[in-house]
């Protein structure tokens, strides 16, 4: 985990990052199962993990903080005897009480179930239709295949992972398949709902590719079992550090699973840190948020960069989804859909994106608005509209509801913005503490000078009264954008009339003070 949150994929030649790693190991080797690991037999794991993040944040006996500056928790753990159940768990609990206690983004893993999948035996005769049953067998042991503690944290960004990785094209041999469609969620990661059914995992990152091994099917036999392929020393996989023979230091192998992916989203998390330490580009414009919402921020935009994509489709015909429920049995398959990179690491002239924090109370809504792009009035062209809202969820331990108050966005006005909501379901995206949404749609929009697209940021009660004085922690990102061959001047647009309302607020400021 720590060469992949440093360095990356091997096999995809990274820069490594720039920043320290704390590292502070809470398992060791299995005392009887050669190449796992257990967390230590004598400690319970939410005594653990609650003494090593006091120890990281604000030390204790008699010790000074080990690493306060921590603001990035990676877990690349799941405890595999407890997938998700109706109500949260102890450790998930914890989770959610210690990133709202110490404001820290905690990235864990959705959790992997490896045991063997089971398809009917006239499916295995080739790869193809053994690759539609695999998918309709995953799909239907979902009660069996839930988010791993403490995956089904609220306030974490929980992390599934996708079957790709940085090696390239291999030659499979003829003992395994490669029955899992290429950048498609990984069959033995973990799936949702969370609780309440929350969206979990929040979204998808690159777990490495994972192979099976090819069955031998037997006269009389109605079902067969392929099993993972051990590709360690040949890959495919992420290609990391590992310790090597004869205490061999320049030692890799390639591995799989949603600790990978994980890894890699904590990576990129600390760039994002990075990018909104740095502050912004131009004297001119308003100051990014304060620092105390960098971990929200940080966890929104992550989400903004993640959408279904061409998964929807290829899913629903797979799995023969057409019926009402659809949206909703995807949305548990999906999350939020697959992060992409790209969108995290390079500016666009064709999209514009506005980052805001705040602190709300009970029954308050704080209202943003985004200034529509002239270079989209009256034109019958794609364009789509993102808005991610991340909250610190407080919570309520002895109560089923648990969740202690809702923040959440408004229904988007999808007619100003000439557009249809699409990705997750929209009941689900409010039962977390990470709403996203995304509207996009080719109809003309139809607005005048100066005119917004307006997002309200509202709060209320839910599992009991927000106490007066008390206030909730939320980050919003919110974007737009069209195509290159629509306009290439959204940013420069946008970026212009928010300069310009900041120069008039300064301006009525100083006219107010004379």
């Known amino acids: ?217 037997r006269p009389g036999e109605e079902t067969v079992a392929i099993e993972l392929a051990k590709t360690a020393i040949t890959g495919p996989g992420l290609q990391v550090a590992a310790p090597g023979r004869a205490g061999a230091t320049n030692n890799t192998v390639f591995t799989v699973g949603t600790s990978n992916a994980t890894a890699l989203v904590t990576r990129e998390a600390s760039r994002l840190f990075d990018v909104l330490e740095a502050g912004a580009a131009d004297a001119g414009d308003a100051p990014l948020p304060d620092p105390q919402y960098h971990p929200l921020l940080v966890r929104a935009l992550l989400a903004h960069a993640s959408s279904w994509g061409e998964w929807e489709s290829r899913v629903r015909h797979e799995l023969g989804l057409s019926n009402q429920q659809a949206r909703r049995h995807l949305t548990a398959l999906l999350g939020y859909g697959r992060l992409d990179t790209d969108r995290l690491e390079t500016a666009a002239t064709n999209r514009a994106v506005l980052v805001a924090g705040g602190l709300i109370a009970r029954n308050q809504r704080h209202t943003f608005e985004l200034p529509l792009p002239p270079s989209l009035r009256a034109r019958a062209e794609w364009h789509r509209f993102t808005i991610t809202l991340a909250y610190m969820v407080p919570t309520v331990g002895q109560l089923t509801r648990y969740r202690g108050a809702k923040v959440y966005f408004a229904t988007p006005n999808t007619d100003l913005v000439g557009g249809d909501r699409t990705d997750a379901e929209y009941n689900s995206v409010r039962r977390g503490s990470l709403q996203h949404e995304i509207v996009q749609g080719t109809r003309a929009m139809v607005f005048g000078d100066g005119d917004v697209f307006p997002i309200h940021v509202e709060c209320m009660d839910d599992a009991q009264r927000l106490k007066a004085g008390k206030t909730v922690r939320y980050a919003l990102v919110v974007s737009v954008e069209t195509a290159e061959e629509t306009s290439t001047t959204i940013h420069d647009e946008v970026h212009a009339q928010l300069r310009q309302r900041v120069a008039d607020r300064v301006r009525e400021r100083v006219q107010g003070n004379g």
Not at 104 to 115: E, K, M, R, T
């Open 1 to 217: 985990m720590a060469s992949l949150i440093i360095h990356g994929d091997l096999s995809a030649d990274g820069e490594p990052l720039d920043r320290p790693l704390y590292v502070r190991p809470i398992m060791r080797p299995h005392e009887f199962a050669a190449g796992h690991e257990q967390i230590l037999p004598n400690r319970l794991l939410t005594d653990l993990l609650h003494q090593a993040i006091k120890r990281i944040a604000e030390g204790g006996e008699g010790r000074e903080a080990a690493a306060p500056s921590v603001r990035i928790v990676n877990l690349s753990i799941g405890a595999q005897s407890r997938a998700l159940v109706r109500r949260m768990s102890p450790v998930g609990r914890l989770l959610d009480w210690l990133a709202h206690s110490y404001n820290l983004l905690f990235v864990v893993s959705a959790g992997n179930h490896l045991d063997p999948i089971t398809i009917p035996t006239d499916a295995a005769s080739t790869p193809g239709t053994a690759r539609s049953a695999v998918a309709r067998s995953v799909y239907d042991a979902t009660l069996l295949r839930g988010i791993l503690p403490p995956g089904d944290s609220l306030n974490a960004l929980t992390v599934g992972a996708t079957h790709d990785d940085g090696l390239g094209d291999i030659d499979v041999p003829d003992t395994v398949w490669d029955v899992t469609h290429p950048g498609a969620p990984a069959h033995y990661g973990a799936t949702g709902p969370g609780v309440d059914r929350s969206v979990k995992p929040d979204l998808h990152h690159v777990g490495g590719r994972a192979l099976y091994t090819r069955p031998v099917t």
